[in-house]
C-alpha cells in the first residue's frame, strides 16, 4: 500500500491533467490527457517513467494525448471495458468494484454513467483521492450526454458515500461558474457561502480538488435529497430524489 505524490496540470481552456507517481516502485500514471505534450514535459523535468494512462471516459478533452502518450512511452492505457471501443489505444479494461495497481497504490474503480454510458471514476484510498472526471464537479456535475438523470444520481450518490476526507480531483475548473447556479438554489446555506467566498479570493489559483465533506455540504447536485434543494426547484419536499436531480439538472443546462 502507498500513497500517490499527484501533480496539477492545467491545459486548454478549463481542463485538468493528473499526474500520479507511486515513489516505492516508481510507478507513474497519468489521468485524462487531453494533450501530451505538457505531460511529457512534466515527466522529463522529474525524471519519471510513464507506466499508466488512465482515462475516465471517452472524450477528446480527457484521451486527445492517449496515442502520443502511448508510442513515447510505452506506457498502457487503462479504461472502461463497457467503452473500450471508444478508448484509444486501450490495453487494460476494467469495470465496477475492480482494483487497479498503479505500483503498489491501489485504486477501486465505479462505474458512474450519465455523463456518458461508460464512464468511470479511480479511488486511491491510501492517498484520499477520487479522479471522477466528468461526473462530479465542485459546486457541480456533468452534463448528461448519455445516461438518464437517474443513473447520474445514483453514480453521484455512490461518489457521495467515500470518506468525508477524499480530495475530488475533477477534470475541469468550473467552479466558479457552478457556484453562480449554486448559489440561486441555496441562498442560505452557510457551507456554500463560505466556499464561494473561498473561491472568490483564490485569485487565478485552482479550486481543484476539493474535499468531499465540502461537496456534501455545499454542491446542489448532491444534495437533491434535501428539503431545501426541492423547495428551489418547485417541487415538494419529499419528492423522489431522482426527479429533484432531474429539474436541478435541467435548470442549470439552460442556467
Ligand atoms: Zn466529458
Ligand atoms: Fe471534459
Known amino acids: 500500500m502507498a500513497r500517490l505524490i499527484v501533480e496539477q496540470i492545467p491545459v486548454l481552456s478549463d481542463n485538468y491533467i493528473y499526474l500520479l507517481?507511486?515513489?516505492?516502485?516508481?510507478?507513474?500514471?497519468?489521468?485524462?490527457?487531453?494533450?501530451?505534450?505538457?505531460?511529457?514535459?512534466?515527466?522529463?523535468?522529474?525524471?519519471?517513467?510513464?507506466?499508466?494512462?488512465?482515462?475516465?471516459?471517452?472524450?477528446?478533452?480527457?484521451?486527445?494525448?492517449?496515442?502520443?502518450?502511448?508510442?513515447?512511452?510505452?506506457?498502457?492505457?487503462?479504461?472502461?471495458?463497457?467503452?473500450?471501443?471508444?478508448?484509444?489505444?486501450?490495453?487494460?479494461?476494467?469495470?465496477?468494484?475492480?482494483?487497479?495497481?498503479?505500483?503498489?497504490?491501489?485504486?477501486?474503480?465505479?462505474?458512474?454513467?450519465?455523463?456518458?454510458?461508460?464512464?468511470?471514476?479511480?479511488?486511491?484510498?491510501?492517498t484520499d483521492a477520487l479522479f471522477c472526471g466528468d461526473t462530479l464537479f465542485s459546486l457541480g456535475c456533468g452534463r448528461l450526454f448519455e445516461g438518464t438523470p437517474e443513473q447520474m444520481w445514483a453514480s453521484l450518490s455512490k461518489l457521495r458515500e467515500l470518506p468525508p476526507e477524499t480530495n475530488v480531483y475533477c477534470a475541469h475548473e468550473y467552479t466558479a461558474a457552478n457556484g453562480r447556479f449554486a448559489r440561486m438554489v441555496e441562498r442560505d446555506n452557510l457551507a456554500l457561502l463560505t466556499r464561494l467566498d473561498q473561491v472568490a479570493h483564490l485569485a487565478g489559483k485552482p479550486s481543484v480538488p476539493s474535499l468531499l465533506a465540502d461537496e456534501r455540504a455545499a454542491n446542489p447536485f448532491l444534495r437533491a435529497d434535501t428539503p431545501t434543494v426541492a423547495r428551489a426547484v418547485g417541487l415538494e419536499p419529499g419528492t423522489e430524489p431522482a426527479r429533484v436531480f432531474a429539474e436541478l439538472r435541467r435548470r442549470k443546462d439552460v442556467f
Do not use: C
Open 21 to 126: 507517481h507511486e515513489p516505492e516502485s516508481g510507478a507513474t500514471g497519468v489521468v485524462d490527457p487531453a494533450v501530451a505534450e505538457p505531460v511529457l514535459a512534466i515527466l522529463r523535468a522529474k525524471g519519471w517513467r510513464l507506466s499508466h494512462i488512465l482515462n475516465t471516459h471517452h472524450h477528446g478533452d480527457h484521451t486527445g494525448g492517449n496515442l502520443e502518450l502511448k508510442n513515447a512511452t510505452g506506457a498502457q492505457v487503462v479504461g472502461a471495458r463497457k467503452d473500450a471501443g471508444r478508448i484509444p489505444g486501450i490495453d487494460v479494461e476494467l469495470s465496477e468494484g475492480e482494483t487497479f495497481l498503479l505500483g503498489h497504490a491501489a485504486a477501486m474503480v465505479f462505474e458512474t454513467p450519465g455523463h456518458t454510458s461508460g464512464h468511470i471514476a479511480y479511488w486511491f484510498p491510501e
